[in-house]
């Protein structure tokens, strides 16, 4: 298996750009996560999927955020227009289990973004 | 306001010694916990959890710890190991399907 599958892994673009970040899931699993890694509020939920439907989305920062699971195979992230405190970490991970072992959560590598 | 703390950013021990890893929380409702691990460039990997019906729970070297009167839970490592050195992020939910809740992450050195 090749686990949480994401692209790219690193992302430098200028402030006012689209971003587009995308993340397959380990085939099987019903829960998809994003979420963004910072030095000054560490990891965060920006939002998660369940049988690619959207259940929470309060963690997405502005409207500026957008998330779409068109399928069960892959999902992105988009951020428009983009702005130098996006800068950070994305982290997507998948599970497949509800109850307590849902929290399992795998982990894909991540995506700098960068954004001057 | 931070439901998980990790008050100490960073921690060196000698290697063959203890580490201990801290992190409390402040919601009564959770009750299942979790360590991650993360290396540089890598996402985070699943350590140990533990479930509030225990206040310990031990796999290998690694060993969590629940107070839950104290609403704290440590991680404890023996002996560590260089291959220790990782940020590790102490996580919580309460068992109702809820997503969880990281802390910041303590950055632990396994000096040789």
């Known amino acids: 298996d090749a686990g949480v599958i994401q692209s790219p892994r690193h992302e430098v673009t200028e402030m006012g750009q689209e971003v587009t970040l995308r993340c397959k899931p380990i085939?099987?699993?019903?829960?998809l996560f994003w979420y963004r890694q910072t030095m000054m509020r560490g990891l965060e939920l920006l939002i998660y999927?369940?049988?690619?439907?959207?259940?929470?989305d309060s963690g997405m920062p502005e409207d500026r955020f957008s998330a779409k699971m068109p399928n069960a195979s892959f999902s992105t992230l988009k951020i428009q227009p983009s702005e130098p405190r996006d800068s950070a970490v994305y982290f997507c991970?998948?599970?497949?289990?509800?109850?307590?072992?849902?929290?399992?959560?795998?982990f894909g590598p991540g995506t700098r973004l960068t954004v001057l | 306001d931070q439901q998980v703390k990790q008050n100490s950013p960073s921690l060196s021990v000698q290697e063959g010694r203890i580490s201990i890893l801290n992190c409390d929380y402040t919601?009564?409702?959770?009750?299942?916990f979790l360590w991650y691990k993360k290396y540089p460039a890598e996402g985070p990997t699943f350590l140990i959890s533990?479930?509030?019906?225990?206040d310990k729970n031990e796999d290998g070297r690694f060993t969590v710890f629940l107070n839950k009167s104290a609403k704290h839970l440590s991680l404890h490592i023996v002996p560590s190991q260089p291959g220790d050195s990782a940020v590790y992020f102490c996580?919580?939910?309460?068992?109702?399907?809820?997503?969880?809740?990281f802390g910041k992450g303590t950055r632990l050195s396994v000096i040789a």
């Open positions: 991970a998948s599970t497949p289990l509800a109850g307590a072992g849902y929290n399992e959560q795998f």
């Open positions: 085939s099987g699993h019903d829960y």
């Open positions: 999927f369940n049988n690619n439907v959207p259940i929470d």
């Open positions: 919601n009564s409702m959770f009750d299942y």
């Open positions: 533990i479930s509030s019906i225990k």
């Open positions: 996580a919580a939910s309460d068992s109702g399907n809820t997503p969880l809740v």
